[in-house]
């Protein structure tokens, strides 16, 4: 069953046992049973159809940018949609990206075109499907606001095209998380602008992104969701949990509404207890309820 599955992938990175630390930006996680990377949306079909078949568990996975795999990995198989899935077309004011595409070279596509309204977007180490699929934002603007169509393959393998208003996009939140669907493709709609204020704009959300954020350290960006009338990072500081560390995992001193990987051989369990001392501590405090922004995935 197996070599089926492998088989059907084509000419796709195909990998057992692949450690998961190598493919999220936390550094953490254990193995994958099967490691595979579509090198096109055919052999995507093909590698999720066959696996259908055999009863395999898949796990999508975007870039790794917003994912926690536990430390006793993935079981079954591991769809990694990345480079093999990451064209970029620009006509006009419109860019049509693969969800594989990285946000920070659609952001350049749209720089390079003179496309204004994606600079939000190009500090966000995420790809394109994976910022769909939480509707990802930076310092006020969401993928919502810009999202013009996104072609989806479905619960029944077709590929289909829905209009956002289907995808129910909120606050790092779309349908995507329960339905089970796909992002392959989507295009954004952007305006003309002035290459030269384009620049000036991505270069200052840049600036706020170093001045702020503990970006020297693996991390997965946010950890906590803004919980509605507060703000994650003050009420974990208020809590005297700023720069608590549980093994190599410590709330960053410089933004308390990151954990991070700061010893660089944290493992999952690490930062998984952080996170559960942040929720118990300030629910016990101020009564809020802290909801993860990452996805955390895979078995203890």
């Given at each position: 069953?197996v070599?089926?599955?492998?088989?059907?992938a084509?000419g796709?990175i195909?990998?057992r046992?692949?450690?998961?630390?190598c493919?999220?930006?936390?550094?953490t996680g254990g193995?994958?049973?099967?490691y595979?990377s579509?090198?096109?949306?055919?052999s995507?079909?093909?590698?999720i159809?066959?696996?259908k078949?055999?009863?395999?568990?898949?796990?999508?996975?975007?870039n790794g940018?917003n994912?926690?795999v536990?430390?006793?990995?993935?079981?079954g198989?591991?769809i990694q949609i990345?480079d093999?899935?990451?064209e970029i077309?620009?006509?006009?004011?419109?860019?049509?990206?693969k969800s594989?595409?990285?946000?920070s070279a659609v952001?350049?596509a749209?720089?390079?075109?003179s496309l204004e309204?994606?600079?939000?977007?190009?500090?966000?180490p995420?790809s394109?499907?994976?910022a769909?699929f939480?509707n990802a934002?930076?310092?006020g603007?969401?993928m919502?606001d810009?999202?013009?169509w996104?072609?989806v393959l479905?619960e029944?393998?077709n590929?289909?095209?829905?209009?956002?208003?289907?995808?129910?996009?909120?606050?790092?939140?779309s349908?995507?998380q329960?339905?089970?669907w796909?992002v392959?493709?989507g295009?954004?709609?952007?305006?003309?602008g002035?290459?030269?204020?384009?620049?000036?704009?991505m270069?200052?959300?840049?600036?706020?992104?170093?001045?702020?954020?503990p970006?020297?350290y693996?991390?997965?960006?946010?950890t906590?969701?803004?919980?509605?009338?507060?703000?994650?990072?003050?009420?974990?500081?208020?809590?005297?949990l700023?720069?608590?560390?549980?093994g190599?995992?410590?709330?960053s001193e410089?933004?308390?509404?990151?954990?991070?990987?700061?010893?660089?051989?944290a493992?999952s369990?690490?930062?998984?207890d952080?996170?559960?001392?942040?929720?118990?501590t300030?629910k016990?405090?101020?009564?809020?309820?802290?909801?993860?922004?990452?996805?955390?995935?895979g078995?203890d």
């Amino acid at each position: 069953m197996v070599d089926d599955i492998i088989k059907s992938a084509g000419g796709s990175i195909v990998r057992r046992n692949e450690p998961m630390n190598c493919h999220t930006s936390f550094r953490t996680g254990g193995q994958a049973d099967i490691y595979i990377s579509p090198d096109s949306i055919e052999s995507l079909v093909n590698v999720i159809k066959t696996a259908k078949e055999s009863n395999y568990k898949c796990t999508i996975l975007g870039n790794g940018s917003n994912t926690l795999v536990k430390d006793g990995g993935i079981e079954g198989i591991v769809i990694q949609i990345s480079d093999g899935l990451s064209e970029i077309y620009v006509s006009e004011n419109e860019i049509t990206a693969k969800s594989g595409a990285l946000l920070s070279a659609v952001s350049a596509a749209a720089y390079e075109n003179s496309l204004e309204g994606f600079e939000f977007a190009s500090g966000i180490p995420g790809s394109f499907g994976g910022a769909v699929f939480m509707n990802a934002g930076a310092y006020g603007p969401e993928m919502k606001d810009v999202l013009k169509w996104v072609k989806v393959l479905d619960e029944n393998l077709n590929i289909k095209t829905v209009l956002p208003e289907e995808l129910k996009l909120s606050y790092r939140n779309s349908i995507l998380q329960k339905n089970g669907w796909i992002v392959v493709e989507g295009c954004i709609c952007l305006k003309k602008g002035i290459k030269s204020d384009i620049a000036a704009k991505m270069s200052e959300l840049s600036r706020r992104r170093r001045d702020k954020q503990p970006l020297q350290y693996p991390s997965a960006g946010s950890t906590f969701k803004r919980p509605e009338g507060y703000f994650a990072a003050k009420l974990i500081e208020d809590c005297g949990l700023k720069g608590v560390q549980i093994g190599g995992a410590q709330v960053s001193e410089k933004h308390a509404g990151f954990i991070i990987n700061k010893s660089g051989s944290a493992t999952s369990r690490d930062i998984l207890d952080l996170i559960e001392l942040c929720r118990n501590t300030v629910k016990l405090k101020f009564n809020v309820e802290l909801i993860p922004e990452v996805r955390i995935i895979g078995r203890d």
